[in-house]
């Protein structure tokens, strides 16, 4: 969720996404200063969560559902990961709206790889091949069938 001040909104921010997720978000700052839109240098703007296994694909099949179960083709990169956004996070089924905190948009960001991805990580390891990278026609044959969305 990027909110673009801090203080009391991303606060309630940072909130609204743990009852979310079930997670403590964490605050990211600003990469430089505007001094036309008063974003500082350094100054927390952003909250973000990341999941994996069993509790990222229990979020996914809320989130898929706020934006009916849909997701366009260009929404995947060439490299298998894709992106979408929900812009109202109470469309979220499960979410009941509190007029403390308010209404949040957020951008959710999916990273798919193949097992051994890691090992091309490691220092003494070379690059991962061309056939252990996910194309997009892959990881929408995957989402496709594990999550039964229309793309």
């Given at each position: 969720?990027?909110?673009?001040?801090?203080?009391?909104?991303?606060?309630?921010?940072?909130?609204?996404?743990?009852?979310?997720?079930?997670?403590?978000?964490?605050?990211?700052?600003a990469?430089?200063?505007?001094?036309?839109?008063?974003?500082?240098?350094?100054?927390?703007?952003?909250?973000?969560?990341?999941?994996?296994?069993?509790?990222?694909?229990?979020?996914?099949?809320?989130?898929?559902?706020?934006?009916?179960?849909?997701?366009?083709?260009?929404?995947?990169?060439?490299?298998?990961?894709?992106?979408?956004?929900?812009?109202?996070?109470?469309?979220?089924?499960g979410?009941?709206?509190?007029?403390?905190?308010?209404?949040?948009?957020?951008?959710?960001?999916?990273?798919?790889?193949?097992?051994?991805?890691?090992?091309?990580?490691?220092?003494?390891?070379?690059?991962?091949?061309?056939?252990?990278?996910?194309?997009?026609?892959?990881?929408?044959?995957?989402?496709?069938?594990?999550?039964?969305?229309?793309?």
């Amino acid at each position: 969720m990027s909110i673009g001040q801090s203080g009391e909104q991303l606060q309630k921010a940072m909130t609204v996404l743990e009852q979310l997720t079930g997670q403590k978000p964490c605050q990211r700052v600003a990469k430089k200063t505007i001094k036309e839109w008063g974003i500082r240098k350094m100054e927390p703007m952003a909250c973000m969560v990341t999941l994996r296994k069993q509790a990222a694909e229990g979020f996914l099949k809320r989130a898929f559902e706020a934006v009916g179960n849909k997701l366009s083709a260009s929404s995947f990169d060439d490299y298998g990961n894709f992106a979408f956004g929900i812009g109202k996070h109470i469309d979220i089924p499960g979410t009941k709206y509190d007029p403390g905190l308010g209404i949040f948009g957020m951008n959710v960001c999916v990273s798919v790889r193949k097992p051994g991805h890691r090992v091309g990580r490691k220092s003494r390891m070379k690059p991962i091949g061309k056939r252990q990278r996910i194309k997009p026609e892959e990881a929408i044959t995957y989402i496709r069938s594990r999550f039964g969305l229309s793309i």
